[in-house]
């Protein structure tokens, strides 16, 4: 079996931690892993599992790939399918199925797995998986119906058809419903034969380009079409494939239920508890935290003072409670959110106004990831700006220059190879740099452990458009 | 006549921003002057003004110099009585009384008042102290009662004796009351001659050395002494004392209504409305700031979804707000309060738990006050310390030296003079220097204008206390 594992989202309802460089799957909870490392986890550690497929867009492939790297012990083959932009979840689908069947054979099994869910029953969630690959042998694509615990709105539901089990455990599905309103929802929870739509579904890769074909003839032309034309990167035992904009913007944009699930009849559903959230807002996370006598939830350091029912997040400062209920506090280095729990939806219009503002707190943290490790703003005044910088191991920035700014470069942990005009020299902790303005400069780790670096930059210009890039190791130009 | 400023208390309850080393007259409310900074601004704009004494804090002086020294454009002859702890307002103000005298003889007039205090209405303040000067001239000690404006139970209550007018504004005092129940505050309110004790003050010296010579002889005589025997430096048009410790503490620990008020029938006090708060909490100052149509007030960067009757207050993120009501929020750089507006009272109890942790944010703020100017501690890494160095025009850090680490250096704003072992070497913006462990160093400002550094420290021990001083300009010694 291959997972795969669909990242899509943006999560604008956990700003200010989601942001449009930092989405959903990247939400650490407590655990100190993120949404997509728990999901990588959970789908390398299933039975004949020895590879695993990735969807997702282009800017988020490195870091990606870092957090998989720091859990992918026994080396699963990892491919890449890199979106040019989001075109929802059909041809996200198509095209994996279509890559696997080329690199698998068509008798496969895909588990398709959205990279932001929680799932707190591991177990329950193997078994469950197992039940779906039985389903998936007999031709049928089994989705994972989850059991409702409360007539939630925010999800759809999938009615199942309890005349009709195809195995002990999955039965095939009566129709699919759209998000309810709250009437219909408890209709829904009554009747007992609904389920949660949870996303995951699991088939061969036959039977879903066989259903492709039948509903979604053009999208799966399109997609094999920008799939043979677009570039790939073949290395030892992964491949990535960089999806071509001009092919792939001919692909519907349409999710996978109106595509498909709604109109095939080989849909089944396995109806299972396995402590399924979708994390759609900070209230789910209140809901899925450990809570302390008062009912408050807190990650990070705090103290709370006769307080009740709150969620307190919080990434590097003290967050203090007075006498407060029923409020979610989230605290990031530049941007702090409190919010009433029973509205936890409307964080969405703030960063919805946030993003017409261009407000930089809804793109970038002042953390940025890079291909080659991170850079954290620490300070920007009005002639410099401080950055620290993590440069991984064997990683490299590009051969660059600036027009505006010289940088002071000071190694605190680890060795840097710093190229600077023609001079390459080796700095260590406590060692220090000048790069002049206009000269070319590189700077690599070349060991095989983080290297960290203070850079003062000075200048009457600071941007980071002001940079001269003359090579790149990860093919980025200017 | 002589204002005198007097700095007290350390304002608990308005945690994060009022820290042990930042006490409450150095809090800024939105026009970016602080509550020291706006009395000092009503006390040397008064008529017939031309010196002015402080009684604070050894600690605090150097900043309050500071922040008086951006407004006295007339130069204003401004001396300070140090104490090296807070002995209560009674020796204060007697020290303050006797050391006037001896400078000025005893005919002035000195009007008493505390360093952090709000008034929003400025002429008639000016109006209400004309009115004290009035009675003191007869050789009364007038206080300014405020007209209450509801049933306060946080402030002592004057009760004037409206059948005994002393001048067509002031009254003889019947007695001073201490802070009432919510029952008594009624029955004050409705009886129309109960007034706020706003602690400010007016009288002669030599009426006060004759109330305190009846009422507190001890007192008078143990401050007489401290104030003799004290070390003084005498500038150009100012002395500093400098009251010595195993003296002052001989001094009775007492407040001025105890000692004199209570007993003196000199007292006066004269009615006026002049905006006048205490700013004893968050609340208070959400009272006093402008609100919005939803009665929300805000100082900083800031968005509001659907929220009302809240304070925000923030210093450099932004804080989004979303369908929250009568909260106080208060950000710092490495604290943030929310607290519930009818309980602001309580900040004081979350202040005195982080003070027994010995909790960072209970004594400093990120931006640390010495008597050079500045320094902010940007990050702290386990290896590492960066810190922005800010130093004032002329001024100097001591010749030191640390055992355990190395520092780099960068100017970025400014010109620093740089004492480098036996090295002296001029430093421009974008300009840098290493000072290896051990090295004798000093940074120097011998320019007009504003020094901006930035410091990175390197080394397996980063406290503040690895420094060998061999000579500081400001009498500080390990």
């Not at 999901?39 to 800017?59: C, G, M, Q, Y």
């Not at 939830?297 to 029912?309: C, D, P, R, V």
Request: charge should be negative; hydrophobic fraction near 35%.
């Amino acid at each position: 079996m291959i997972p795969v594992i669909i990242s899509g989202g943006s999560g604008s309802r956990l700003w200010p931690v989601s942001r449009l460089a930092d989405p959903k799957p990247f939400l650490k909870l407590s655990d100190g892993h993120s949404l997509l490392q728990n999901t990588f986890s959970r789908a390398i550690n299933l039975p004949d599992v020895n590879a695993l497929i990735t969807v997702t867009n282009e800017k988020l492939h490195f870091r990606m790939q870092d957090e998989y790297q720091q859990l992918n012990d026994n080396k699963i083959a990892c491919d890449f399918i890199l979106e040019p932009f989001g075109r929802n979840t059909a041809p996200a689908v198509a095209t994996a199925a279509l890559f696997a069947k080329e690199k698998y054979g068509e008798d496969e099994i895909l588990l398709i797995l959205p990279a932001d869910h929680l799932i707190s029953d591991g177990e329950a969630f193997n078994e469950a998986v197992h039940g779906a690959i039985l389903a998936a042998r007999q031709g049928y694509i089994a989705t994972f119906g989850i059991k409702p615990e409360y007539a939630e709105t925010g999800y759809g539901y999938i009615e199942a058809n309890i005349d009709k089990p195809i195995t002990d455990k999955a039965y095939l599905v009566n129709r699919f419903v759209e998000k309810p309103n709250p009437e219909l929802a408890n209709k829904y929870i009554n009747s007992g034969h609904y389920l949660w739509n949870s996303g995951m579904f699991c088939g061969k890769i036959s039977t879903f380009i066989a259903e492709f074909e039948l509903y979604a003839k053009n999208l799966l032309a399109t997609t094999k079409e920008c799939l043979a034309k677009s570039p790939r990167d073949k290395l030892s035992n992964s491949t990535i494939i960089h999806l071509s904009s001009s092919l792939f913007i001919q692909t519907e944009n349409i999710s996978i239920d109106y595509a498909l699930f709604e109109k095939t009849y080989k849909a089944a559903v396995l109806p299972c508890s396995i402590g399924w959230s979708d994390i759609g807002s900070w209230l789910s996370i209140a809901q899925n935290l450990p809570k302390d006598k008062h009912n408050n939830a807190t990650i990070g350091e705090n103290i709370l003072h006769n307080s009740k029912n709150c969620l307190v997040y919080s990434t590097n400062r003290i967050v203090a409670g007075v006498d407060i209920e029923n409020l979610i506090i989230v605290d990031t280095p530049d941007a702090i959110l409190v919010v009433n729990k029973d509205y936890s939806q409307n964080v969405k219009l703030i960063f919805e106004r946030l993003k017409n503002m261009e407000h930089k707190t809804s793109e970038l943290h002042q953390t940025a990831h890079r291909p080659w490790g991170t850079y954290t703003v620490l300070e920007e005044g009005p002639l410099y700006k401080i950055k620290r910088i993590e440069v991984k191991p064997g990683a490299s920035l590009s051969l660059q220059m600036h027009h505006h700014r010289s940088e002071h470069w000071i190694v605190v942990d680890g060795v840097a190879t710093v190229t600077n005009g023609d001079n390459v020299l080796e700095l260590k902790s406590n060692q220090s740099t000048y790069i002049p303005i206009e000269s070319r400069h590189r700077l690599e780790n070349k060991t095989d452990k983080n290297l960290v670096l203070i850079e003062v930059q000075c200048g009457q210009y600071l941007g980071e458009d002001d940079i001269v890039r003359f090579e790149d190791k990860y093919g980025r130009t200017q």
